[in-house]
Nanobody, 124 residues
Framework: QVQLVESGGGLVQAGGSLRLSCAASGRTFSSYSMGWFRQAPGNEREFVVVVDSSGTYTFYTDSVKGRFAISRDNAKNTLYLQMNSLKPEDTAVYYC?????????????????WGQGTQVTVSA
């Protein structure tokens, strides 16, 4: 069992930055691939970026490439999302998710554990 707790969301002006964190419980964090997903009001959940268990391989959705960066510290059981040059269209609840596999998936329904989410609001 893995519990995930996100933090770091908030209100920021367009062009600003935020850093999200996702703290994971348990001793097996390093064996899970991880992902950040988001859901805006009225929209379906979408993947933002995913990373394999070692942190070597990542995959970003096109809209955040060059602006967002995922990283993980397996010694601290923590996943991060650095978000720069934020845009109003990035406004959403951001969720971290864990998948019981060393390699990631782009599909949320393949992830086994989810955090409660953290709100990111970007004002114009």
């Amino acid at each position: 069992q893995v519990q995930l707790v996100e933090s770091g969301g908030g209100l920021v002006q367009a062009g600003g930055s935020l850093r999200l964190s996702c703290a994971a419980s348990g001793r097996t964090f390093s064996s899970y691939s991880m992902g950040w997903f988001r859901q805006a009001p009225g929209n379906e959940r979408e993947f933002v970026v995913v990373v394999d268990s070692s942190g070597t391989y990542t995959f970003y959705t096109d809209s955040v490439k060059g602006r967002f960066a995922i990283s993980r510290d397996n010694a601290k059981n923590t996943l991060y999302l650095q978000m720069n040059s934020l845009k109003p269209e990035d406004t959403a609840v951001y969720y971290c998710a864990a998948k019981r596999d060393t390699f990631y998936s782009l599909y949320g329904n393949e992830y086994n554990y989810w955090g409660q989410g953290t709100q990111v609001t970007v004002s114009a």
